[in-house]
Structures are given as C-alpha cells and as structure tokens.
C-alpha cells in the first residue's frame, strides 16, 4: 500500500473527527491518532530507503490538474521528524493543558499543521506548495492566538500579517512562473532554467516570500514575540518544525533549478542576511531577561546557520556542495529536536519557577535538576558544542566553508557559537545560584519533564549516529552520488 | 496590447497598489483590506499571464478559486484575531515596542 | 567486537555508567551513591591496568567507526594515552574518597559526583583519542562537564569565577576548533600515530601549518595555561578542594599539556615540527611561563592561590621538555604529566584539609598547623619539596632529565630557567615549612571541626598520605617497569625521535 495519501489524509480526517469530540476526548484521542501517523511516517521512511522515490497522483487524476505526492529521502525524514517532535509535544501537551481553557482548540489545530506539513513535504508543484503554505501559517497564527491574552494575540496579528504578506509574494512568483512557464511542476522548472528575466523576478518574489516567513534576518520582527509569548507546547512546535517548511520550500526550489545557473548575488544575499540572524540573533538572544524569549532569539540566530546553505552550493566545487548539504540537513534536524527540547524545558522550568524572569531561577538546579539537564543538553547542540548533532553539523559546515574557500563565514561560525553558548550559560548561571533559598517550587508532571528530555538528548544522540541521517537523505536527492 | 496583458498589468498595480496600503497604513482593518487588494491583484496577475492564443487555461481558473477560498479564510482569521485584540487592549493598531 | 576493539570503550565507559547512575540515585542516597562510585573507579583502574600489560605487549587496541563523512571517531590506547589514562584513573580512584569525605553533610551531592565522574570520563577520552576530531570531542565535554563542578557552591563568587571560567575555555575551544578543521580540510582525518602526513607534503603548505599549529597551540595553552591566557586558574580557585585538585592534577590543565604533546609528538611530529621552527618560540613561551608563574606564587597569600600559580608554573616544564628536541628533555617533559599531578593533588589534597578541619585558608594562619594535623603537613611537606625538586622525589627525576636533555640539546638558557624557578619554588614553598612546622600557633583556628583529635577525618587523610607515598615511589622506583619514567621513555622510543 502506497502510505503517501494517508501522511495527509489522516491529520486531516482526526481534525475533522477531534474537532466533533468533547474536550476531555480529544487528548487522548489525539495520541492515539499520532502513534498511527508516527507509524505511517516510519513506514514511509523504511518504504524511501527500499525502493527509492515513491510517487502518488491523488484520486487518480494527473498533475496538472490533479495533485501528485512524491517522497524521497529528504521527504521521509522530514515526514519522520515531524511525528517525532510532534509526538513528544503532544505528549507534553496533553499534561501541560489538561484542565486549560485553551486545549479545546488546541488539539485540532495540531492536526491541521500536521496535515499541512506532511502536504508541503509531499507536494511536486508550487501551487499545492502555497495552499500546504497558508494553511500552515493560518493554524500557527491560530496556535499563537490561542492563549487569548493581549500579548499572544498582538504576537499573533503580527505574525498573520507577516505570513500573508509573505505567501502572497510567494504567490505572485507562482503566478509569474506560471504566466511564463506554463507549468508548476517543480521538476518542469528544472528543465527551463532562469534564462528569462520574468522568472528570476519570479524568484526573487517567492524567495522573499519564504524567507519573511522563516523569519530570516533583517525581517525576523514577528517571532520572537509570537514564538516566546505562546503556550510551551506551541512554540516548540512553531521553532522546530514549522519555520522549517518555507525553509524546506525554498531549498527545493534551488537545488530544483540548475545550480550553476542561479545568480550567485542572490545566494550570498541569504548567506549575509543568515550571518546578520547569526550574530544579532544571538546577542539579542543574550539580552533577553525573560526564559522563553531568550529560546525563541536563540530560534532567530539558528535560521542564519541554515541560510549559508545557499552561498555555499551555488557556484561552488560539488565537494563543497555536498558538504553543505550534509551540514545543512543535520543541523535543521538537530536544531528541531534541540529547540523543541528546549522550549519544553524552557517551559516546565517556567511552570516551576512561575515566573518567565531568568532571574528567578535562582535554585531551580537544586529542586528541579531533570528539567534543568534537558535545557542544558539542548543548548550544548544549540551551540554546537560536541558530542551533539549540532556540533557535527557545525563541522561539515566548516568543512564546506573551508573547501568552497568562502572564509567570509568563518568568523560568523566562530562568534556565532560563542554567542549561543553564553546564553545558555547565562540561564544554567542563573540556576545554580544558592543564596537565601527559596524552596518553593512547583513540580511539573512527569511526562512533561521526559518529552522534554528525550527531544533534547535525541539531539545529542544524533553527533553519534550522524550518517544514518545523511544516508537517507541522501536518496533521490541531487546530491544522491554523495561525496 | 492584448486584453490578458491588460488584466495582467491591472494586476500588477492593484499588487502594487496593496503593498503601499500595507506598509503605509497602521489601522489593521486597513491594512487587512490593503492584502485583500493585493491578493485579487495577484488573482488578475495569475489568470491574465496565463491566457494566450490557445484559449482558456483551465488551470489558473482552478488555482484562482483556491486562491480565493484560501483568502477568505485567511481574512475571516484576521478579523477574528482583530476583534479579540480590540476587545482586549481597546486599540486599533499594533503596538510598535516589541 | 572482541576484547581488542571493546576494551578502550569499556575503559571510557566505566565512569561514564557511573555518571549516569549517580544522576538518577536520589540526593539522599549516600552509601548507595559511595559504593557506587568507588566500584565504578575500581573497575577503571583495573581495566587499565589490564590494558597496560597489552600495550607493553604490542596488543593494538583500537575502536573505530564513522561519525560523518570522512571523519572517525577512535579510541585506540597507545604508550602515551595509558601513561596518561592511568594517572587519572588513579587519581580519580584517591580524589572520589577524598571527595566522599570533603562533602559529607553538603548539598547537591548526587551533581556533584555525576558531572565528576563524567569530568574523568572527557580525561579518559581525551587520553585515548586516536585522532584530533575525538580529542577535541572529549575536550569540549571536558569544558562542559567541569562548569558544574567550578560553579558548585552557587555563590556570586563561584558563578563569576565559572563564566570566566567558560570564557577562556570556550573561546579557546573555538580557536582550537579552526585549527582541527583547518588541518582536517586539509590532509583529511589526523591520525595520532607516527607523524607522516604532515612532514610530507610540499614546502609551500609550511607557512598554512605554522599558522594551524599557532591555532592548535592556542587553543590547547588556554587549559594548559600557557602565559598570556592563564588567567582563569587562579579565578577558578573557587571550587570545592576535591575540584581543585582534580583540575591542577589531571583534568583541565593536563589535558591542555597533553594535547600539545599529541600535536606536537604525534600530528606535526618533534622533528617536523623542530624543522618548521615552531618549536623554539614554543619553548621560550613556556620558559617564561615557568617563571612568571613562580614569581607570582611568591606574593601570594590565599594558600590554593598560591598552588594555583604554582600550578601553571609547572605544567609548562611539559611543554618545555617537548620543544627541546632531545629525546631525554622529553621523556622529562612527559613524566612531569605524571609527576606533577601526584605532586599537585597531594598538595591540593592538604591545603583542602587544613580549610575543611581548621578553616585555614591563607598562609598566614598556617603556623603550628604541623603539630596540630602531623599527617598532612607530612603529606604537603613531600608534595612541597617535590615540587622544589629535591631527591629522592619526583619532581627531582623531571628537573634532572630537563636539565640533562637541555645540555644535550645546547640550549643553556633552559638550564638557567630551571635553576631560577628551583630557587623561586623554594621560595614560595619553605616559607609555607616553615609556618607549618616551625611557628608556634598564634591564635586559635579559624573554623575549627571537631572532625578526630590526631588529624582529620581518615577518608580526608588517606588519599593525600597514599599520592605523597606515590611521590617518593615515582623516584625511588623509577628505574622499574611501570614507573612513570619507563613509560615516558617507552613513549620516546615509539616515537621515533633521533
């Protein structure tokens, strides 16, 4: 049976059906409904790696007007990291909302951002790529607004406005390609090239696009409040996966088109804006004095590492390329587990403390240790310390830099590291102060402190099991030969 | 020029047209309206560039409708959100300190 | 999978296992938590010392598989990993009963002994890494693991001396972190092993290596705590006692040494390296370091500050010994690895004593300390006059090959270096003699602990008598297989010098 339907149609048929049920029901059915997903998504992993490419035209109708899913490595292991760090943060959520007037709302809006995910990871031309888009922008928007207050629901204007603008220039380019073109189908595109002025304005559109919705620098302004102000379970779901899929948009977009023919400005454009997150991101990530706005800062300056991903393949030696590549994937995968670790121990510490001050956490290392480890396990992948999958990441990045001979990057890598590291060191500062204790702590539930935990060590568990990964991704990917 | 170009070009100025509402206003309300421009501009865009010699292309007409659904729902989300907003804080606008 | 391939991993595990148990033991479980970790450094002590017999022997041991493209990650035991690897086993073994003794009635236990164990468990794998990228792995962790324990009274003071801490090492991290990569991009995964690779490619990479070699030195000096980026020793004095002494000994400071060594001994190569005249400069960096050090021990009044300086005095006789380019200069310079951390843990062993049973903290309050605590101040005596080098102690045996090798090698300076920073040890050390054995006591104890009438607390003072007794065995017993100075010159007949 071929599993690419069901990674879309059933997120959305358990929306539907959550949505019917009453409140109390729909935790539990929800868990139930993410251990198939979870399953399905492995199984189309297991199903990439024995057979390759799989494709599927739904209900039978051809592209174009019929919409065709298509699975290779990077496919599948995005679909299996997204029901990972799901799983988890419904997990964490179910505890974290239990009895909270926001959990009727919240269970079918994971479900639709699941099913509008799993779309984007699956969609072949650039049409469905914007509905997949929209969708995930409008239940993320939801997702920030749920907690109802002033904060969360400027946070969440913001980021509408944000992500409207952002699809509609996305939109635009579609509609240019198209006009030019006469076709969607991203592989159709690789045949044409950019030649012609209309598609590279095209381009440049939908690039903006994508990029003001994975909050690259300079046009980061919405997250941090959207990513910091919203419930625990929501902002690690928005940092770790769901700035990922306009990231995931626009990288098939490049490697699509033919690499040697893309304007190489335009690449080094994202690589500066990616250095500019890197730093600022990390020194406003520094200056932050509330616990999950600094996380969600952290988010910002992460984005910039990805974003030298394109600087690094366009125009550059195929070794360099593939090194990037490799880098790139390993660390959006070790920065989804990280941050979505991270911000579910950000969360439970916050809970414990009752208070978002960093300086309130005097004494949290003596009375709640567990949550304290997962923050800090998370943080030394975030800053690419080893053994994590962060820091073997960060060395294939430096390894590309160094063999592409673009030593510009060097000093963003090097100061960029130093920067997440004294943020995470000021918050692990914090708590091990011992002075006139308090000793009144809240205690979060237990399987609220462990989804935290496993997300975070599952990064560092990746720096030992680095290649595994890569392999996959590898199929049916451009860089397939490997290097 | 063709009667598809000219619905084109139209639709590059309603486009450009929405952005400066967008940038330019303050007021959501406006600027929600000032996206909603923008997007039938984009609309026009699609289906103008799309219309050659050959006849009707089926396809944009079908990506326009889903376009055009997508933009509903998107507005009614804004409005929801406005609302909510304005009943919490009194405002109209955004507050510019974060 | 056989006990060739097993055995490092078995040894780094141990007390990696431990750390792991120890986290999840309540805080209250004491005995539990004891036992624990003494059996834990048991174990290490014992596979290591199995391990020496093969090495000896000829056995490779080696574990390997593929972290990410084209690089591996190695553990693999050679003549230097175990000299080292066996020092800190040792070590761990004294300083975890000295630790149970020091903390007993302290909060935070359970931290405490995890993030110490997995501190040993970083020394261990920097001893056994087969190549730079698992070096620097286990040298990062190092970093990572020691934070806690340099923190772990959570004070305002702790906490500052911490992010000093982190700062220098953390930055030195980084800058050695180029270097690794620099290297790697350019001859691909470095092996630690006899130095071909490097010594063989083209003479127009000689001005890329010098610069890559200054990278690595860099950023290894920062934990060896060569002279301009020594700072954060003395700041990180903080810590509990048992830290201290783990840190001076083997830990932190060691690895920095040692890691120059394996980048000079094993990656460049002495004679490569000699021939790039890198060396030189190196040498000289340390000789001044030796005795800036000193000359700044003298002055200063806070006893473990004093150690402190003393501390990056002599590791840089290491360094020293490495960049003399004679065969005997470095057997000196390795055995100093091992002498120094018995010298420095017996003596940072004692100055924990006198602050833990009669709260004396600063030279000044140590007279008559010898008839009140005779078993210690033995104890630090020994340590002492090692560290001045007087015979039959092993600082003596160090002093005596450096010299030796320096006449060898023509250099005098060094000869001059040696005989100052002899005299300025005695300077700094005969003083603190003389309070403790000589001076009659003036006012009453600071803090006094009612911990035994005749000294202090026997799991205090067992670890520092047996490293004293180790002190005077390094020397007498030098000659013997297995004393540290057979293992250096075992490291130097591999090595294939000149």
């Not at chain 1, 904060?151 to 699809?167: E, H, K, N, P, T």
């Not at chain 3, 141990?14 to 792991?20: E, N």
Request: aromatic share 12%; proline share 5%; with cysteine.
């Amino acid at each position: 049976m071929n599993p690419l339907p069901w990674l879309v149609v059933l997120p959305l048929m358990t929306a539907l059906v959550i949505f019917l049920l009453p409140t109390r029901w729909r935790a539990p059915g929800s868990l139930l409904a993410a251990v198939f997903l979870s399953l399905i998504s492995i199984y189309t992993l297991v199903e990439v790696i024995r057979l390759g490419i799989l494709v599927h035209a739904l209900a039978g109708y051809a592209a174009p007007l019929g919409i065709r899913l298509r699975a290779d490595g990077f496919t599948a292991v995005m679909a299996v990291l997204t029901a990972l760090v799901t799983m988890f943060c419904a997990v964490q959520a179910a505890a974290y909302l239990r009895g909270k007037p926001e959990e009727e709302g919240f269970w079918p809006l994971l479900w639709f951002m699941w099913a509008a995910l799993n779309s984007i990871w699956l969609s072949t031309d650039l049409f469905n790529l914007y509905v997949g888009v929209e969708l995930l922008g409008l239940t993320a928007v939801g997702l920030v607004a749920l907690s109802g207050n002033a904060q969360s629901l400027a946070a969440a204007m913001r980021y509408l406005l944000a992500a409207l603008l952002g699809s509609l220039s996305y939109l635009i380019g579609v509609a240019l390609i198209y006009g030019e073109l006469g076709s969607l189908a991203l592989s159709d595109l690789a045949l044409h090239g950019i030649g012609l002025p209309t598609v590279l304005i095209a381009l440049v559109m939908m690039t903006f696009g994508l990029v003001l919705k994975t909050a690259l620098f300079p046009l980061h302004g919405w997250l941090p409040p959207a990513h910091g102000g919203a419930l625990t379970p929501v902002s690690a779901l928005l940092s770790a996966l769901v700035i990922k899929a306009s990231l995931y948009i626009l990288m098939r977009l490049w490697m699509t088109l033919d690499v040697a023919v893309l304007p190489v400005y335009l690449a080094w454009i994202l690589g500066l804006m990616g250095s500019g997150a890197v730093l600022w991101g990390g020194w406003m990530a520094l200056r932050q004095n509330r616990l999950k706005h600094l996380v969600a800062y952290s988010t910002v300056a992460q984005v910039g590492y990805l974003f030298l991903f394109f600087p690094l393949v366009t125009g550059t030696a195929a070794t360099a390329a593939v090194l990037a590549w490799d880098a790139t994937m390993l660390m959006l995968i070790s920065h989804a587990l990280a941050k979505a670790g991270m911000f579910l121990a950000a969360g439970n510490l916050v809970f414990a403390i009752g208070s978002p001050r960093i300086a309130d956490l005097a004494g949290v290392c003596r009375f709640r240790p567990f949550s304290l480890l997962s923050f800090g396990v998370a943080g030394v992948s975030l800053a690419g310390l080893p053994p994590s999958g962060g820091f073997n990441a960060k060395w294939l990045l430096l390894q590309s830099t160094l063999a592409s001979g673009q030593w510009v990057w060097l000093p963003v890598l090097f100061i960029g590291g130093l920067l997440s590291a004294a943020y995470v060191i000021k918050v692990l500062g914090h708590s091990f102060i011992e002075g006139p204790l308090r000793d009144h702590f809240r205690t979060p539930p237990l399987t609220q402190e462990f989804s935290a935990f496993i997300l975070a060590s599952a990064s560092l568990v990746l720096g030992f099991v680095s290649q595994v990964p890569l392999t996959w991704l590898r199929i049916g990917g451009p860089f397939a030969g490997g290097g | 020029m063709s009667v598809a170009a000219f619905y084109a070009w139209i639709g590059v100025g309603l486009c450009v047209l929405g952005l400066f509402g967008f940038i330019m206003h303050r007021h959501l309300v406006r600027r929600l309206l000032a996206f909603n421009i923008m997007g039938s501009g984009s609309f026009l865009l699609l289906v103008g560039l799309a219309q050659d010699d050959r006849g009707v292309d089926p396809v944009p007409q079908a990506m326009v409708l889903t376009g055009i659904v997508v933009a509903v729902a998107s507005t009614a989300l804004a409005l929801v959100v406005f609302r909510r907003w304005f009943r919490v804080s009194g405002e109209s606008i955004l507050p510019e300190d974060v | 999978m056989d006990g060739q391939t097993l055995l490092p991993v078995a040894v780094v595990s141990t007390s990696f296992l431990a750390a792991i148990g120890i986290f999840l033991l309540r805080e209250h479980r004491h005995r539990l938590r004891g036992i624990f970790n003494l059996t834990a450094a048991l174990v290490k002590l014992a596979l290591v010392v199995w391990m020496q017999f093969g090495v000896l022997a000829g056995i490779p041991y080696e574990f390997r598989f593929p972290l990410v493209q084209g690089v591996h990650f190695i553990l693999r035991a050679d003549a230097l990993g175990i000299m080292f690897s066996g020092l800190s086993s040792v070590l761990w073994l004294f300083t975890t009963i000295y630790a149970i003794g020091y903390l007993e009635d302290s909060p935070n236990r359970s931290r405490f002994f995890g993030f110490f164990s997995l501190c040993v468990t970083s020394t261990v794998g920097i001893a056994l890494a087969g190549n730079l990228f698992t070096f620097f792995l286990f040298y990062e962790l190092l970093t990572l693991s020691t934070y806690p324990l340099v923190v772990h009274r959570g004070t305002e003071k702790a906490l500052r001396a911490g992010r000093v801490y982190l700062i220098y090492t953390l930055c030195g991290g980084a800058v050695l972190l180029l270097g690794v990569a620099g290297l790697h991009g350019l001859v691909g995964d470095i092996e630690f092993a006899k130095a071909t690779v490097l010594p063989s490619l083209a003479p127009e990479y000689s001005p890329l290596l010098i610069v890559l070699f200054m990278l690595l030195i860099a950023g290894l000096g920062v934990k060896a705590a060569l002279l301009p980026v020594h700072g954060w020793l003395p700041i990180a004095m903080v810590a509990p006692a048992p830290v201290s002494a783990l840190l001076h000994a083997v830990a932190v400071v060691k690895a920095g040494a040692f890691g120059i060594v394996r980048v000079v001994h094993d990656v460049y190569g002495v004679e490569f390296a000699w021939r790039l005249g890198v060396l030189e400069p190196l040498g000289w960096l340390a000789g001044a370091t030796i005795l800036y050090g000193s000359v700044r021990a003298l002055s200063q009044n806070d006893l473990k500050r004093r150690l402190a300086f003393s501390t990056v005095s002599q590791v840089s006789y290491v360094v020293l010994g490495l960049c003399l380019f004679s065969p005997v200069a470095l057997a000196g310079g390795l055995v100093h690895l091992v002498h120094q951390g018995l010298m420095k843990i017996t003596l940072f062993f004692c100055a924990g004593n006198y602050a833990e049973t009669l709260g004396v903290h600063h030279v000044d309050e140590l007279d008559g300390t010898g008839r009140r605590m005779p078993a210690t101040s033995i104890a630090f005596s020994i340590g002492a006059f090692g560290m001045i080098g007087v015979p039959p102690l092993a600082g003596f045996v160090t002093k005596w090959y450096l010299g030796i090798g320096a006449l060898e090698a023509g250099a005098g300076w060094v000869i001059v270096v040696l005989v100052a920073s002899s005299i300025l040890n005695a300077a700094y050390f005969l003083p603190i003699l003389h309070r403790i054995w000589f001076r009659p006591q003036v006012s009453p104890w600071p803090e006094e602990q009612f911990l035994s009438h005749r000294d202090t607390h026997p799991w205090l003072l067992l670890p520092p008598l047996i490293t004293a007794g180790f002190c005077i065995a390094a020397a007498v017993f030098a000659g013997l297989t297995f004393s540290p100075l057979h293992w250096a010159e075992v490291v130097v007949t591999r090595g294939g010098l000149p």
